[in-house]
């Protein structure tokens, strides 16, 4: 097989592409990288998702965010809600395409969920700019200090604020 002049030049052009985007990848997903912020819709995503595994919040407090994510705004509890976990991370696989399982750090507990539950969260941190990384037939996407204020008063006023989530992308 022979390749014209032009040809290797895009041949060339595109492993360059790859190359510099493969970096990018790499230097977002490092454990250095700048801290993140999500608002709006996908910082209470991120709070719904977490917030019935968390040790750390009431029942009342995981009912209102359950509830805040279901889209019923006028909930009963008033009180900002912070939502915390110190790592997530998120493994699906592209060889063995049933796997699918987070690991969620509160802590020193840890609770690993797998199936819907973890598509839920994995979805949700690549709608938040989580980068996946890729390894031998996984994609994993990890994050850490995760910390998100959920407002239900401000929500109530239906003008896209009340929802706050700050974290480190990478482990």
């Not at 250095?32 to 919040?57: C, F, M, Q, R």
């Not at 690993?112 to 037939?137: H, K, Q, R, Y």
């Amino acid at each position: 097989m022979t390749f014209t002049t032009r040809s290797r030049s895009r041949i060339r052009a595109c492993i360059v592409a790859t190359l510099v985007l493969a970096g990018a990848f790499n230097a977002t997903g490092a454990s250095g990288a700048t801290p993140a912020k999500a608002t709006g819709s996908t910082a209470l995503a991120l709070a719904g998702v977490i917030a019935p595994l968390s040790p750390n919040l009431t029942g009342a407090e995981r009912k209102a965010v359950a509830m805040l994510f279901a889209g019923t705004s006028d909930v009963p509890y008033k009180k900002p809600i912070v939502v915390t976990a110190d790592r997530i991370v998120c493994r699906t696989g592209n060889i063995d395409i049933t796997l699918r399982n987070c690991e969620v750090t509160f802590g020193k507990k840890s609770r690993t969920v797998n199936g819907s539950t973890a598509n839920e969260i994995f979805a949700t941190e690549a709608l938040a700019g989580i980068p996946p990384d890729g390894a031998a037939g996984s994609n994993f996407e990890s994050l850490s200090k995760l910390s998100c204020t959920i407002d239900p008063n401000a929500i109530r006023r239906k003008d896209g604020s009340g929802a706050d989530c700050t974290f480190q992308p990478g482990n």
